[in-house]
């Protein structure tokens, strides 16, 4: 009787990025050709390639496509109330100063329901990194226009177009105070991971614009295409200017897009400040409570 061998079996070899990710919640929820995927990707390999010790990165996500974010990385991670992640993660930063705190979250959590959060954390100097994932709508609630819908897109709530003048990201950031400010497309994937690894290797407050339109609601409802065709719209579109005029970033619609590092400067963080205003009142021993006892 002739007898066949076993097939050998050849143990899976482990994706490089699985011990940054929570397997057991993947597959993710985002829709096909969403560029929220492709911008965690980026981070996860920026965190490989950082000498920052994961255990000591926490990642805060606010409400919203975006916001799951936090939930599928192997980190120190925290899904927060709508517009609030900005300020929980000041609130972790200054527990304990030596946590790398990350907020990855979206255009309508971070800017319309948290704008006042985000200015304020980018003018105290905040040592956080802020990523926004730039979809031009409130994506998850059914695609109405948020504060960065270009002028005359459509969304749910503006089915005649938008009327209303939308932020420039940027622009945002950099007059409030944030030093070191970023905008690049969910296609520029070595760009925006040498951004982000500049971002965890920077004290204060950071910002990354990354630009994904819905895939799903804002292409069907502007007839756009295909999610892929609009990534790749704004790709091959995108003019990379470093240290381009912040007065001249505005997003018009299926137009040419500026994208590069804006702003990359030196200052005092707000824990900095703290530490030398309080030590010349109080004497050389004061230090903040959490860095002494972080």
């Known amino acids: 009787m002739t007898t066949v061998a076993e097939p050998k079996q050849e143990h899976p070899v482990e994706h490089p ?3 940054l990710l929570r397997m057991d919640r993947i597959p993710h929820i985002w829709c096909p050709t969403c560029g929220i995927g492709t911008t965690v990707s980026c981070f996860a390999t920026a965190l490989r390639e950082t000498n920052i010790d994961p255990d000591n990165v926490a990642v805060v996500s606010g409400i919203g496509c975006t916001g799951r974010v936090a939930g599928y990385m192997r980190l120190d991670s925290f899904h927060t109330t709508h517009g609030r992640a900005i300020p929980f993660a000041t609130g972790l930063k200054l527990g304990n100063p030596k946590m790398k ?12 329901i948290g704008g006042n959060h985000f200015i304020h954390a980018a003018r105290r100097n905040m040592d956080i990194v802020v990523i926004c ?16 819908t270009p002028i005359t897109g459509k969304a749910s709530t503006a089915p005649y177009g938008n009327f209303e003048h939308p ?13 070191y400010v970023a905008r690049w497309t969910s296609l520029h994937l070595r760009r925006v991971t040498k951004s982000i690894n ?12 990354i630009i994904a339109p ?8 502007n007839r756009l295409g295909t999610g892929l065709d609009l990534m790749k719209f704004y790709h091959d579109n995108s003019e990379i200017r470093h240290d381009a005029k912040l007065e001249d ?22 824990l900095d400040s703290v530490n030398t205003g309080l030590s010349g009142v109080l004497g050389d021993k004061y230090q903040w409570y959490g860095e002494k006892n972080g």
């Open 214 to 221: 819905c895939s799903t609601l804002y292409a069907r409802l």
């Open 17 to 19: 990025m699985t011990p």
């Open 167 to 179: 932020f420039s990201l940027p622009y945002l950031a950099a007059s409030s105070g944030a030093v």
């Open 101 to 112: 705190v990350v907020v990855f979250s979206g255009d309508g959590d971070l800017i319309a």
């Open 249 to 270: 970033l505005d997003i018009a619609f299926q137009d040419k897009l500026i994208v590069g590092k804006f702003v990359d400067i030196e200052k005092p963080t707000f």
């Open 198 to 209: 500049e971002a965890l290797n920077k004290k204060g407050f950071s910002f990354i614009e």
């Open 133 to 148: 994932v730039n979809n031009f709508m409130y994506a998850m609630t059914g695609g109405q226009v948020g504060p960065t």
